[in-house]
């Protein structure tokens, strides 16, 4: 095997928007749905999966257990809140302080993420805000990694400046998504200031085709910031399943690192951003 202890970095074992989107393609559970997509991508080197699910869409650590125990790939659990208008009711009447409380709860019980947290499109909204303000205090007390979510790449900078204002370590954040607009200045931006940032949709091509971002990560590559580079592919749909004519899990690895390879991207490289990269921010 070429690539070995691969992590997906922003991934949802089980998650649930079907209500908030009336759409039943948006109920996934990958260990119930497509249990031999997974025993694929293991078999292929995939050896954890960061769970970027948490309350209000669909989070289950049970169905994380059992697909570690079945398939062998290890879920990184998460807590928070994810964006407006998928957030429990509570979080508009919760304080901070709830906030917090809650995320460190979660922490004590293993998670070791505080994600995926986000913000709207070219939007910031006032819960949305309660919960950055929330994550940054629980950060500071436990070192837990931060994983956003921004929606279509959008306030990236308005993220990172945030974070710096709060005075976060940058090495402890993963900006997600950020490869659906195509706005090189702003992923940058992001890694100039010591910033993760994730190239986690890969295969979703409908924003920016998948060529579009490897010419990104050979760019950002040749300009030193290997180390804060990730990859996954947020596979949250029925729909991006093989057997439902979707991309798969198995995307990342039998045709977009490929491509990066013959793109003249090292093997070297690839296996930094796949296999080592989410373990350094972790212990960062
Ligand atoms: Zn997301």
């Known amino acids: 095997m070429k690539y070995q202890n691969i992590t ?6 089980r998650i649930d928007l079907s209500i908030g ?30 769970d970027c699910s948490n309350h209000g869409i669909g989070v289950d650590w049970e169905n994380n257990k059992r697909i570690f125990e079945d398939v062998g790939i290890e879920i990184i659990n998460s807590t928070g809140f994810y964006k407006t208008p998928f957030m429990p009711d509570y979080v508009s009447t919760a304080s901070v302080e709830e906030l917090v409380q809650i995320m460190l709860d979660d ?3 293993g998670a070791k993420v505080i994600g ?41 900078k308005e993220q990172v400046d ?13 900006i997600s998504h950020v490869a659906l607009s195509n706005d090189l200045d702003a992923l940058r931006y992001a890694l100039q200031k010591g910033f993760n940032i994730a190239f986690d949709t890969i295969g979703k091509t409908k924003y920016l085709p998948d060529e579009t971002r490897i010419e990104f990560i050979k760019t950002l ?52 951003i796949t296999s080592e990269n989410f373990t350094e921010i972790l212990e960062a």
């Open 8 to 13: 997906y970095s922003h991934e949802h074992p």
């Open 21 to 50: 989107k009336n759409d039943p393609d948006c109920l996934l559970n990958g260990y119930l749905d497509c249990i031999d997509e997974l025993r694929d991508i293991h078999a292929k080197g995939v050896t954890r999966w960061v």
């Open 107 to 109: 922490l004590a019980k």
């Open 116 to 156: 995926e947290i986000g913000t709207s499109k070219n939007e910031w909204t006032k819960d949305e805000h309660k919960v950055f303000e929330a994550a940054v205090i629980a950060q500071k007390q436990t070192n837990a990694v931060i994983i956003t979510h921004t929606t279509l790449g959008t306030l990236i």
């Open 162 to 174: 945030f974070f710096l204002e709060k005075g976060v370590n940058p090495k402890k954040v993963i």
């Open 221 to 272: 590559v040749k300009e030193g910031y290997t180390t804060q580079l990730l990859m996954s592919m947020d596979i949250t749909r029925q729909s991006h399943l093989k057997k439902n004519g979707g991309v798969g899990y198995a995307y990342l690895l039998d045709t977009f690192i490929p491509m990066l390879e013959r793109a003249g991207v090292s093997q070297e490289t690839i296996s930094t």
